[in-house]
């Protein structure tokens, strides 16, 4: 009598290596100890560092460091503060020319496999024209490839997508854009921040205010940090501790609300 048994997963270390320190990181977060700004900020850059660190291993797994690509992070987890249950949003950058069949099994089954080891990832594959043209399409891939992040593969082609996003932004036109948007969202939430169950990231005053003064600071060539508005003099000391202080307590009750 034969019998059927399942081949072993080709990544079950690796996931298993994954989901164990993961686990492990998850495990401290909420103790008292770790309720500071400069513990959550350090908790969302280990979780960062963590998925970097996977996203490598299954990149060069797949043999995909051998082709002319590169794996780009954007949005959130560009900006390095993923938390524990958010996306893994990552654009996987093509060359103008075509890819062989064989680097495009390569890549569709390097993305398969993030899911697998147990990466929730959210993404797409373009080139740099069509991440312009995506951008002038839809303001939120705009906002997404503005905070990019190369993380594997080829630096020169990082490059041209760098220049690219750099030489197409409009500053005024970006931060009208931002403006509506943010009205539209306000809108769904009553206009007011004191709702009784807000949303800490959507809600007036949440987290997503505090991703558009940065956005609209980064693309107007300002900085991307509040210490960089606070040098360009757009900010006073009282107010950086202000946005700090907001902005460490917002990640807190964020961070609280993905591990309950």
Known sequence: MHVLTTPPHPFAALRQQYQSDKKALLAGLLAPQRRSAAAVRGALQRLTRLADRTLLQLWQAHHLHEAELALVAVGGFGRKELFPYSDIDVLVLLPEAALSDGVQARVAAFAGACWDVGLDIGSSTRTVADCLQASAQDITVQTALLERRLLAGSAALYQKLHA?????????????????????????????????????????????????????????????????????????????????????????????????
Not at 200 to 228: F, I, N, Q, T
């Open 164 to 260: 690219a996003c750099d030489a197409a932004m409009q500053p005024y036109a970006f931060y009208q854009a931002k403006m509506l948007e943010m009205r539209q969202r306000h809108t769904r939430f009553d206009n007011t921040p004191y709702a009784l169950e807000p949303d800490c990231k959507e809600s007036p005053g949440g987290l997503r205010d505090l991703h558009v003064v940065r956005w609209v600071a980064r693309a107007a060539g300002y900085g991307s940090s509040w210490d960089a508005l606070q040098q360009q003099g757009l900010v006073t000391p009282f107010e950086l501790r202000q946005l700090r202080r907001a902005q460490a307590l917002l990640h807190l009750v964020r961070l609280h609300l993905h591990m309950a």
